[in-house]
């Protein structure tokens, strides 16, 4: 079963700064998931990436697949960012499978 | 495209009583899956199922609860008897093959 470590926990940024979450995972995975949940509200899936980079807007994910780490950014943060931002990963490493997720990022963007 | 459905967003009932919620996947996704949220645990796989059939239910916690999917465009998760321990928001999600999950809006259970 794959363990997914997060950093940090609760993050705490002025607006217009760049913010970087952390995640590793224990054990190969075809792809990993990047989602985000606003306070009270459904969870929406931001990225799925395997390999490199992928961008949309001012969000940014990176893996490593060999370091079984990924990095998600924040450029020109605002306060509309402020949610949970969570990283998950296939429970036995293959596409299809559910998900285990790491237990989220409290970000908040001050004005 | 509507999204992943389900019903209802809240509930709220007394331990002992029987508990349906709904899940109407995304037309066309071949898995389905249900998750449980609670602030201690965080989110948690519960079962999936692909293309109708339960591919792995070891996340369901005991007998009490069940989940079916009849057909590829609807399924349940039952919780008989309910317990307040059971008390947290419920997620289905769906997926198209291998692409990204689609969660609905969650079941938002109370067990007094």
């Known amino acids: 079963k794959n363990e997914v470590e997060q950093s940090p926990q609760n993050l705490t940024a002025q607006e217009g700064e760049f913010i970087t979450i952390n995640c590793s995972y224990s054990?190969?995975?075809?792809?990993l998931h990047w989602l985000q949940q606003h306070p009270g509200g459904g969870i929406v899936s931001l990225f799925m990436?395997?390999?490199g980079k992928k961008k949309h807007g001012r969000l940014i994910a990176t893996i490593n697949i060999q370091e079984k780490h990924s990095s998600l950014h924040i450029t020109a943060s605002h306060p509309r960012d402020s949610a949970v931002y969570i990283c998950?990963?296939?429970?036995?490493?293959?596409?299809?499978?559910?998900?285990?997720f790491g237990k989220g990022t409290h970000l908040i963007i001050q004005p | 495209d509507a999204g992943v459905i389900q019903s209802p967003r809240h509930e709220v009932t007394e331990m002992g009583q029987e508990v349906t919620l709904r899940c109407k996947p995304i037309?066309?996704?071949?898995?389905l899956f249900w998750y449980r949220q609670t602030m201690m645990r965080g989110l948690e796989l519960l079962i999936y199922?692909?293309?109708?059939?339960?591919?792995?239910d070891s996340g369901m916690p005991e007998d009490r609860f069940s989940a079916k999917m009849p057909n590829a465009s609807f399924s349940t998760l039952k919780i008989q008897p309910s317990e307040p321990r059971d008390s947290a928001v419920y997620f289905c999600?769906?997926?198209?093959?291998?692409?990204?999950?689609?969660f609905g809006d969650g079941t938002r259970l109370s067990i007094l």
């Open positions: 998950a990963v296939p429970r036995g490493g293959g596409g299809a499978d559910g998900l285990t």
């Open positions: 054990v190969g995975i075809s792809a």
């Open positions: 990436l395997s390999s």
């Open positions: 037309s066309g996704h071949n898995s």
């Open positions: 199922f692909n293309n109708n059939v339960p591919i792995d």
């Open positions: 999600a769906s997926m198209p093959g291998l692409g990204p999950q689609h």
